[in-house]
């Protein structure tokens, strides 16, 4: 069975930085693009960045690029999310999703919430 | 950027009947647009991808359509469980993009 389970959220001030991981099993983890998606609370969902297999591209939305960084460990299994210059509105639920490439997301972690507020 | 917008934002609907929601995109997205199922306090789970493909272990009842620009999702009888917030994400180009949603509720 495929499994997704984010950490490393909190309560972050404005500016400031978090790490974001997600454990992956189930599947052959190298094989496959990674992505993260956020739902900010009661809204609907934004894509924010998604790696390939081999973590040799990324692709960033532009509400974060220059200050997320996405990468993946593929001999631990492992994907994270870098995120600094944090502001108010990256206040999200961040869910990490197996695909993003040539694959829709499926399946998706429960996500991990990340509130930035002073 | 394609901007997908779902209609109608909201629906409401008896058990049973049948439930049809559109999702129109800025520009042609070939078949490359899936459909996710959200219910309160869970994440998203695929239904359909590349515009008519059911995921693993969906339910018959529920079909996708289309291709280009016009895409629709369609439960053919409602069950209880399915009422739900429904989305559809495109993959034909980036930055990948949902629509905003649509509320399918219980009348």
């Known amino acids: 069975e495929v499994q997704l389970v984010e950490s490393g959220g909190g309560l972050v001030q404005p500016g400031g930085s978090l790490r974001l991981s997600c454990a992956a099993s189930?599947?052959?983890?190298?094989?496959?693009?990674m992505s993260w998606v956020r739902q900010a609370p009661g809204k609907g969902l934004e894509w924010v960045s998604s790696?390939?297999?081999?973590?040799?591209?990324?692709y960033y939305a532009d509400s974060v690029k220059g200050r997320f960084a996405i990468s993946r460990d593929n001999s631990k299994n492992t994907l994270d999310l870098q995120m600094s210059s944090l502001r108010v509105e990256d206040t999200a639920l961040y869910y990490c999703?197996?695909?993003?490439?040539?694959?829709?997301?499926?399946?998706w972690g429960q996500g991990t919430l990340v509130t930035v507020s002073s | 950027e394609v901007v997908l917008t779902q209609s109608p934002a909201t629906l409401s609907l008896s058990p049973g009947e049948r439930a049809t929601l559109s999702c129109r995109a800025s520009?042609?997205?070939?078949?490359?647009l899936a459909w996710y199922q959200q219910k309160p306090g869970q994440a998203p789970r695929l239904l359909i991808y590349?515009?008519?493909n059911r995921a693993t272990g969906i339910p018959a009842r529920f079909s996708g359509s289309g291709s280009g620009t016009d895409f629709t999702l369609t439960i053919s009888s409602l069950e209880p469980e399915d009422f739900a917030v429904y989305y559809c994400q495109q993959r034909s180009s980036w930055p990948r993009t949902f629509g905003q949603g649509s509320n399918l509720e219980i009348k």
């Open positions: 790696i390939s297999g081999s973590g040799g591209s990324t």
């Open positions: 999703a197996k695909g993003g490439y040539s694959t829709p997301y499926d399946p």
């Open positions: 189930g599947f052959t983890f190298s094989n496959y693009a």
């Open positions: 590349d515009a008519s």
């Open positions: 520009q042609s997205v070939s078949s490359s």
